[in-house]
């Protein structure tokens, strides 16, 4: 039997604020397997961030449990401290600190964490070759690209060793050729490392390059409307992406998500 590292039970989170209240997400079941790589995809305001920062445990559900290594990630109001500091979580903007190099931003949270200059130093140097920034450790966050800004965000989320990454839109604001090059390097990082990721993305293309799963959602209420198996072997290339079954794979989620939005305008 594959190990269940996050699992949402019956999930919903509203939010509410004055005289309106806004149901996000909705009764939403999900099991992620341990170093699986899942995808969630779907138009804008359909949950998708919702979903995510719940996961972290940075939101609470309104109602449902979700469990980390079958472990609820809320005991009451207090959050589960063993779940705490295994998850990374890498965002659209990479929000580096800009007086700090390179190395610095990759190894701050091990600095929170207490890990010695040394220790720190030989792991973020280690970080930033897997994340394709070798030679860049002394430079400044200004002087870098907003690929390899988004490299050292990754590197920095890797940093505690996390077994779950999470990240939301995280190559959202490059350029084509950029994401092409970073959704290869990422494949190339969860082959190495095998965490646990939950990635989401405006693109199906891209889902359907990286994903074992890819989780169509729907908005109004935000909801699950799909979960498509994708098979394609390891380490996928441009090739694959040519093949007949990638597009295939990449109209039946853009039929999807167009029959579920009424104007048809969300498509990408
Ligand atoms: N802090 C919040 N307060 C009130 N409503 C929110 C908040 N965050 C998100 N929402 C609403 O919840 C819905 C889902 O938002 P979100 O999870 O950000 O969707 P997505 O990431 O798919 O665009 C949207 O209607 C959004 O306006
Ligand atoms: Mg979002």
Known sequence: MTDIEIQLENVTKT???????????TETSLSIAKGEFVVIVGPSGCGKTTLLRMIAGLIKPTSGEIKIRNKPLWVKNAKSTEAVGELGFVFQQANLLPWRSVAGNIALPLELRGVGRRERGKRAEELAELVGLKGFENASP?????????????ARALSNQPSILLMDEPFGALDVMTRDAMNQELQQIWLDLRPTIVLVTHSIPESVFLADRVISLAPRPGRIVDIKDIHFPRPRTPETERSSEFQSHIGQLRGLLDSHSKTGKQRV
């Open 142 to 154: 200004h002087e870098l690209s907003g690929g390899m800004a988004q490299r050292a965000a990754i």
């Open 15 to 25: 939010y509410s604020g004055g005289a309106t209240s806004v149901t996000a997400l």
